[in-house]
């Protein structure tokens, strides 16, 4: 197999003011959830802002773009109104076969504190995966591990995208 599909792997996260969707997936040691798992066709702007990429199916060199929703997360309020969070976020890609294309690797630590206007309970994270113009068409799976440093939480997610020519 020749695949050949990373330059690298940018993840951002972003504090929203409300949370909507059902959980749907799994979580541990306490309620923080991963729900709203979504292939984009481009960069998500905003809560609940993103092009939904059509049966999450992308050409070589296209960029893959990754959008969720991080539920129940826990935070510190501070007494200047802030509120602390601390959140990381954990990728791993596996091709169609099951071999590791990226190992499990931390691409977010998120320790702030942000302003009381925005509900620290309520978070959204997008990543993307630029794809080579080589790289074998198949199924890709991508398995989300969030963890939440102040509560000693953490949830997981899988989900599949597919590579056509």
Not at 34 to 53: A, D, L, M, W
Not at 81 to 107: A, K, V, Y
Not at 119 to 147: A, C, R
């Amino acid at each position: 197999m020749n695949t050949k599909i990373l330059i690298g792997i940018i993840a951002s996260i972003v504090l929203v003011t409300f949370s909507i969707g059902c959980v749907e997936e799994e979580s541990t040691n306490g309620d923080l959830s991963i729900s709203n798992v979504v292939f984009c066709s481009e960069h998500p702007t905003g809560y609940r802002e993103y092009k939904e990429q059509p049966d999450a199916t992308y050409n070589p060199g296209d960029m893959v773009w990754i959008y969720m929703n991080i539920n129940n997360n826990y935070y510190n309020p501070n007494s200047d109104g802030t509120n602390e969070i601390w959140i990381t976020e954990n990728l791993t890609l596996l091709d169609s076969q099951g071999e590791i294309l990226i190992p499990n690797q931390e691409f977010l630590n998120e320790h702030q504190n942000y302003p009381e206007d925005l509900n620290p309970e309520n978070l959204w994270i997008y990543n993307n995966i630029p794809t080579s113009t080589d790289i074998d068409p198949g199924y890709y799976t991508v398995q989300i591990v969030v963890k939440d440093k102040l509560a000693g939480a953490t949830a997981t997610a899988s989900s599949t995208f597919r590579i056509v020519l």
